[in-house]
């Protein structure tokens, strides 16, 4: 087994690295080839209330993951934050997708040094709006916390959304997920 630091709370594959991004800040990359389908990062945590996060988000920054309406997951301390972090920046044309609430897989073939990236659409429900770094061809220019409710992306991600997007999507009458 891997030493481990006590405070390494998400599980990122042995083939990837975090290091600088020409997106935002520090992003994760891969250090050699991934497989389509391959496990390349678990977002750990603790299990918070909306209200929760909301007070912890103020002196820690964006760290989470929702997994509900009202519940995320995320670091309770600033020693706990880069070991929480899976360090997936946006790109409106993503290399991994989330399966389930907190594993990111390879939706394609990645090789070694591609940046490791997820469209935010498939994983948030949540009150923002910012502009969009990704340099991708079909770049949107601005993503928000609502873009899953965009149907030319519930059509593209078909598959590919977070548990907790998916049951809003069928709630609401969208793409139905036939997994």
Sequence with gaps: MEDKAINDLSYRSA?????ESPIHARGLFAKQAIAAGEVVAIKGGYILTGTEWAVLERQLG???????????????SQEQRDGCMVY?????DPNIAIQGQI?????????????LTHDWATTDDLDYAMECNCGS???????TGRDWMKTELQQKYRGWFSWFIQRKIDASGGIQYRG
């Design 15 to 19: 083939k990837t690295e975090v290091r």
């Design 62 to 76: 964006p760290a989470e993951i929702q997994i509900s309406e009202e519940h995320f997951i995320a670091p309770t």
């Design 88 to 92: 997936s920046n946006h790109s409106c």
């Design 103 to 115: 594993v990111f897989v390879a939706m394609r073939d990645i090789a070694p040094d591609e940046e």
């Design 137 to 143: 061809p079909g770049c949107r220019g601005t993503i």
